[in-house]
Nanobody, 123 residues
Framework: QVQLIESGGGSVQAGGSLRLSCEPS????????MGWFRQAPGKEREFVAA????????TYVGSVKGRFTIFRDNAKNTLYLQMHSLKPEDTAVYYC????????????????WGQGTQVTVSS
């Protein structure tokens, strides 16, 4: 069974930093684009960042540009999301995903999903 397992979530104060990790089990995803989404209470799941299979063309939603960095280590089969200057509006459950498309930025573009990790930012 293929699983994506996120870790690294937690509670921080505004201005703080967190690094999320995503490790697949059951198969390797070195040929897949990978992405991060988030879902705040009462809101729809939204795209945060994505990266190609080769680590190129990191793409971000405007609200996180300059604060978040997506990167991957294919040798370790791990995806990361480094988050700096966190804001209360970043509070959400963060999900990693893997997709066969080149650089998907929509939910429909991804084939595998993790269970999510909670990020809470207090003011």
């Amino acid at each position: 069974q293929v699983q994506l397992i996120e870790s690294g979530g937690g509670s921080v104060q505004a201005g703080g930093s967190l690094r999320l990790s995503c490790e697949p089990s059951g198969r390797a995803f070195e040929n897949y684009a990978m992405g991060w989404f988030r879902q705040a209470p009462g809101k729809e799941r939204e795209f945060v960042a994505a990266i190609r299979w080769n680590g190129r063309e990191p793409t971000y939603v405007g609200s996180v540009k300059g604060r978040f960095t997506i990167f991957r280590d294919n040798a370790k089969n791990t995806l990361y999301l480094q988050m700096h200057s966190l804001k209360p509006e970043d509070t959400a459950v963060y999900y990693c995903a893997a997709g066969r498309s080149l650089l998907p930025t929509t939910i429909a573009g991804y084939d595998y999903w993790g269970q999510g990790t909670q990020v809470t930012v207090s003011s």
